[in-house]
């Protein structure tokens, strides 16, 4: 059985290597996206220092990390939140986890006062814009607030 739960310190090395494994995957190894982010290495420590912030894992019973996604502030003053990092691991992908996981951070942002969810991806992640649409995220012609990962290339926001 799959659940979801908040991260942990012992997910992140695991996450991590998920997160980058899977931009590896889609040549999105480089300088601009989420390969880099300083965080990466230390993420339970980065979405357990707010209140406003939240990293959802999915777990099998035997503690085998199969992904995640997380939620933080983007635009505190227009109540925007950004939805971050939704990766999986290949073995995982194809069994609705995904949306277990948006349910998750939408619903966390939802109490968290939030009142729309923003989140920049690439073209190359297909079957990311199609589950970011199947969800119900609208597509910005552009990044909101001049983005956080230029090498990004499609923009996504959704009220709440």
Do not use: C, W
């Not at 959802?56 to 003053?77: C, H, P, Q, R, W």
Request: glycine share 6%.
């Amino acid at each position: 059985m799959i659940q979801i739960r908040p991260i942990e310190s012992r997910d992140n090395s695991a996450l991590a290597h998920i997160v980058q494994h899977s931009l590896k995957t889609y040549q999105l190894d480089i300088p601009g996206t989420a390969y880099f982010d300083p965080e990466l290495s230390n993420l339970s420590q980065y979405y357990q220092s707010s209140p406003k912030r939240q990293y959802f894992v999915a777990s099998t019973d035997n503690g085998e990390i199969l992904g995640g996604n997380g939620i933080a502030e983007y635009d505190a003053k227009n109540r925007i939140a950004e939805l971050q990092k939704l990766y999986l691991t290949e073995t995982a992908r194809g069994k609705h986890l995904s949306y277990k996981l948006l349910d998750a951070a939408i619903n966390f942002a939802k109490h968290a006062g939030y009142k729309e969810v923003y989140l920049e991806t690439h073209h190359n992640l297909k079957t990311a814009i199609h589950l970011y649409q199947e969800y119900g995220f609208s597509e910005l012609g552009h990044p909101l607030n001049n983005g956080e990962h230029s090498a990004m290339d499609r923009f996504f926001v959704m009220a709440i």
